[in-house]
């Protein structure tokens, strides 16, 4: 650890130490579908339509939604892999759009990304020295013995080892490779790590090693993470809060218990108890009721409500009517649905579980 | 006894690789009973895949069942030939692929795969075209006049799903073997297509026996429960008694690790040090011991039996079989 | 599907022109003049004659010119005239077309026959001995070339069997007996090396169509190995195939010009063949063009058959 440039609390760029790490403002991704001889735009796919959110420092922000709601695609424009439409993300305090290459360069050794697949994710033909590596000679912060002193460090954390350095990605398990994949991100001392489906591929006993790892790098580290997931069980377990997306747009944002126990927009409280239920005399005792139909095609999304045609409480003029996002007490948001009754069948699956939970720890308590 | 319509008794199955033969999976045995849904768990490597696949005899040119039993409605099917099990395939016992996407033949109409599953039992091409219709109403296919003569590329995921089960029903099987159905969906198209096997079951009376990763899912629609780990069954019994009162300490584990289980409580998740063994490097005694918090000495040297206890309850574990010493359960050991 | 065929023949006409007026120049560029041989041919070299000569050919006049109302022909469908001949070498071409097509048609029958069907009984004996006396064979068909082959063919033929082809050709409709004898051996010795290659690559698609998903669902649908392999595995591992028959019919047509000649075939190939020898400048930029016309007409083709074989292609 001797020439390791180490990243103060607050950038040598000028940021605060108290806001957000990351801001996220009216961000909109299209993606133009060409077609014909002259590949004329004909229409737009709509991955991305006015998203806001903001990151605290050392906070878990899980962005989560069924396939094509966008949230990968949000993961990409936040770390300008891709560029947005329009809107802004601003990261510590800097518009991501204003600064020069020189300086995105070192704005992305603060900010990392873990992905999905642990298989496809890591180059064969690297050793896992040069991978994990890699960022710290890029971005010139080790080099030689300092940087493989780093490394070592860094796989030590993930709960590697020095005789790891040396093997390459197909000597190891996935969970193994997600490790990797996490000591990589890790390299470069970021604020912001993305996380992109990054237990989603793993069997459920090693998932539940990586997930404790990324809990207690924050704790030790203070890293902000923006959770991208499908997997609700491994938000509830991760996030401080989490953003529901629908075709493109948040329907939901709210701290994770209040969003799990207190879904406030229909399509929240549809994914909620859509989640199968590990308890096999809860998951007969509740009463559900199954969404219609599949996600339609973010190229043409419904009008109005973009939920409406798989709605349980739709009416006539949800066609119509496109509800705004309003903030609601305690900073949460949701899109504002006239339609909307806590809980229309009596107990829902979530709020059941919960008052069974209770029941047992007082049971246990006694 | 009870009525099983398939009982797999110390199923081995090999399969040949560069560094020679291994057992994907080695002494499994469990039956399923007439009309209820089995679930046969595992993570990655337990070898539940294999077990579904070698019923049908539908393994890879490398794989072959070299021990044991499967008996399929009175009938031993291990050693049948080839033209005899394709009897079976479809007509008796069917199947449902885990991804839709690539589990229909992308250049025919969803119609010609559904009256191909029929034609080839013998039902007559124009009987065949109407029996197709009326299998995808059975599925609660939207629009089904016109999904018949869409190609699999034009169907949502979830429709997708839905033709492939409308062809695993096409002749009335009486078991239908669902190899991660749902694992590849969107979960509010999961808890669709879990609804409708449900309910499919109840009208058709056909057993089920569905492999899952999944816990929940399981939760949600098993009768009962095989859990099994690296090829091997550690523990069976009903949904209940596993999930709520799990005896296996691999079964126990495997929840505790479930963020489903414990979220929203603020407890911690307790992972499963280590990894799955490798079937080429299997441990010499119990195959979870150098994962299990609770292995002592003889886990390392032997390996622990299938042992019963209670009613239809079965665990591989020596804290069962020695529980029979310290007079705890009834524990005995099943040959 | 219309618009894409047009883009298609767009960019064929644009590759065309290009490959025309690059070999206006270098044809021009190599060594070797066709006044000299001619010239030669007749038995007197003289300046005197040449420079008339040239004149009379128009081959005294600025490269970039000669070019000029070489395009411009082109383009009014003028070919220009043979230097030797002194005829149209449309006429020429319209002439000599039905020998090669004939040819270039019965050796993609040899090839497509015997290489799909030697690569579909490969994979389905995969690991066999069957399969490897095929693979053995496709590699040997690959690397010999096909006018090594046809000269062993016509070797083998007269010393073994006392065998040789009729020597003065006929037309199909004149001799179809006759003609036949003198097409099978050129159009094996050419079909060989393709369907090596087609056999090749039959197999891995097979191999590749036959360990997926659907292949096992319909397996498990209690279909016999026939109806696996044929109606699914072989249809669906068609699209490579059609492929490599679009970009191997440019080798099949390079391959005319060199099998003609030693058959002595009186088709577009031996004619260009000739013409080269003999620097005859319009022939071979004509030659060009009909054989890129041909092998992108046959590209264009194989696109559209896509289409036919593949609904996710059709449409899209």
Redesign the interface.
């Known amino acids: 650890m001797t020439t390791v440039a180490e990243q103060p609390d607050a950038g040598p760029t000028g940021g605060t130490v108290d806001g957000p790490v990351l801001e996220v403002e009216h961000l909109t991704k299209h993606f133009p579908i060409r077609t014909?001889?002259l590949q004329r735009t004909v229409g737009h796919v709509r991955a991305v339509d006015d998203v806001s959110f903001h990151i605290d420092r050392g906070e878990t922000l899980a962005l989560v939604g069924?396939?094509g709601c966008g949230k990968t695609t949000t993961g990409r424009v936040v770390l300008r892999l891709i560029d947005p439409t329009s809107g802004t993300v601003r990261f510590d305090g800097q518009d991501l759009a204003e600064v020069d290459a020189d300086e995105l360069r070192g704005l992305r050794q603060r900010m990392q990304i873990i992905f999905q697949d642990p298989y496809s994710s890591l180059d064969p033909r690297m050793s896992t020295a040069d991978i994990v590596g890699e960022g710290l000679a890029i971005h010139g912060m080790a080099s030689g013995q300092a940087q493989l002193d780093r490394v070592t460090d860094l796989l030590e954390k993930v709960g590697l080892s020095a005789r790891d350095l040396r093997k390459f990605p197909h000597q190891f398990?996935?969970?193994?490779r997600q490790r990797i994949g996490v000591a990589r991100a890790l390299a470069t001392n970021p604020e912001l790590i993305i996380c992109d489906e990054a237990v989603s591929a793993l069997?459920?006993?090693?998932?539940?090693?990586v997930?404790?790892l990324l809990k207690d790098l924050q704790t030790e580290l203070g890293i902000s993470y923006l959770f991208i997931t499908?997997?609700?069980?491994?938000v509830?377990?991760?996030a401080d809060r989490v953003a529901v997306m629908y075709l493109g747009q948040i329907v939901e944002l709210a701290e994770t218990?209040q969003l799990?126990?207190d879904p406030r927009h229909p399509y929240t409280r549809?994914?909620l108890?859509?989640?199968?239920?590990?308890?096999?005399?809860l998951?007969r005792a509740t009463v559900?009721t199954?969404?219609?139909?599949?996600?339609p095609s973010p190229s043409s999304p419904p009008s109005g409500c973009r939920f409406h045609n798989?709605c349980p409480q739709a009416v006539e003029r949800c066609r119509h009517y496109a509800p705004v996002l309003v903030d609601l007490n305690d900073g949460r948001q949701a899109r504002e649905c006239p339609e909307y009754r806590p809980e229309p069948f009596g107990l829902t699956a979530q709020s059941y579980r919960?008052s069974e939970?209770l029941n047992q720890?007082t049971e246990a308590g006694e | 006894m009870h009525d099983a319509v398939l009982r797999i008794a110390g199923l081995r199955t090999q399969f040949r690789t560069r560094q020679g033969t291994v057992d994907a999976v080695s002494d499994v045995s469990f039956d399923v009973r007439r009309g209820e849904t089995v679930a046969l768990v595992g993570e990655s490597g337990s070898g539940k895949s294999v077990t579904a696949l070698s019923v049908l005899q539908l393994l890879e040119s490398t794989g072959s069942i070299a021990d044991g039993s499967i008996v399929f409605d009175g009938r031993e099917l291990v050693g049948l030939s080839e033209k005899e099990m394709r009897d079976v395939r479809g007509r008796e016992i069917s199947m449902i692929f885990q991804d839709p996407s690539t589990c229909l033949d992308p250049v025919f109409t969803i119609e010609d795969q559904l009256v191909e599953a029929l034609t080839i039992h013998g039902t007559a091409r124009s009987d065949a075209r109407g029996r197709a219709l009326e299998l995808l109403r059975m599925v609660r296919m939207p629009d089904p006049e016109t999904r018949l003569n869409a190609y699999p590329h034009e169907l949502s995921g979830g429709q997708r799903q839905r033709a492939m089960i409308a062809t695993a029903l096409a002749l009335d099987p009486q078991l239908i073997i669902a190899d991660e159905p749902t694992t590849a969906l969107d979960v509010t198209v999961q808890a669709q297509i879990l609804d409708l096997i449900r309910t499919l079951q109840a009208e058709t009376g056909a057993a089920v026996l569905f492999v899952t990763h999944d816990l929940g899912v399981v939760a949600e629609i098993a009768d009962r429960v095989v859990v099994m780990y690296a090829g091997r069954v550690v523990e069976q019994g009903s949904v209940f008694q596993v999930l709520k009162d799990p005896r296996n300490p691999y079964t126990a584990a495997l929840l505790a690790s479930m963020p489903g289980a414990v979220a929203g409580t603020g407890q911690r998740l307790t992972p499963i040090e280590g990894v799955v063994p490798s079937l080429l490097d299997m441990p010499s005694g119990c195959r979870f011991a150098p994962r299990c918090p609770h292995a002592w000495d003889r886990c390392h040297e032997a390996d622990p039996p299938l042992a019963a206890f209670d009613l239809n309850r079965e665990s591989r574990c020596w804290l069962e079989v020695d529980g029979a010493v310290d007079g705890v359960g009834t524990a005995e050991v099943v040959g | 599907m219309i618009e894409y065929v047009v883009r298609r023949i767009l960019s064929g006409l644009i590759v065309l022109f290009l490959l025309s007026t690059f070999l206006f120049f270098v044809m021009r560029a190599v060594p070797g003049d066709v006044v000299r041989l001619q010239l030669a041919d007749a038995g007197s070299v003289t300046d005197e004659r040449m420079a008339e000569m040239e004149a009379e050919l128009g081959l005294d006049r600025p490269a970039l010119a000669q070019y000029a109302s070489w395009l411009g022909g082109v383009v009014r469908g003028d070919l220009g005239d043979s230097l030797w001949e002194r005829r149209p070498v449309t006429e020429m071409i319209i002439e000599r077309f039905p020998v090669t097509f004939e040819l270039a048609f019965l050796s993609i029958v040899v090839a497509v026959g015997l290489g799909i069907v030697t690569g579909v009984a490969s994979a389905i004996r995969r690991g066999t001995v069957t399969d490897d006396g095929l693979r053995v064979a496709s590699v040997l068909g690959l690397s010999v070339p096909n006018f090594f082959l046809a000269l062993l063919m016509i070797t083998s033929a007269s010393v073994w069997f006392n065998w040789v082809a009729p020597l003065s050709y006929r037309r199909p409709w004149d001799d179809l007996g006759v003609n036949l004898q003198q097409m099978a051996m050129p159009a094996i010795a050419l079909g060989v090396s393709v369907a090596a290659a087609i056999a090749r690559l039959t197999r891995s698609s097979m191999l590749e169509v036959l360990g997926s998903d659907y292949i096992r669902t319909v397996r498990a649908k209690g279909a016999s190995s026939r109806l696996v392999n044929y109606k699914h595995a072989l249809r669906n591992s068609l699209i490579p195939i059609l492929t490599l028959i679009g970009l191997q019919f440019g080798a099949l047509l390079g391959g005319t010009v060199i099998l003609e000649s030693i058959f002595g075939l009186p088709g577009v190939g031996s004619m260009i063949f000739r013409a080269v020898e003999q620097r005859d400048y319009p022939v071979i930029q004509a030659g060009a063009i009909l054989y890129g016309t041909i092998f992108v007409a046959v590209n264009i083709a194989v696109d559209i058959t896509y289409g036919l074989i593949d609904p996710r292609i059709r449409r899209s």
Do not use: C, K, M, W
């Open positions: 014909g001889l069924e396939s398990s996935g969970g193994q069997d459920v006993s090693v998932q539940a090693q997930l404790n499908h997997d609700l069980n491994v509830r377990y991760i218990e799990f126990t549809s994914l108890s859509s989640v199968p239920i590990i308890d096999p005399e998951a559900r199954p969404l219609e139909g599949d996600v798989r919960e939970l720890g």
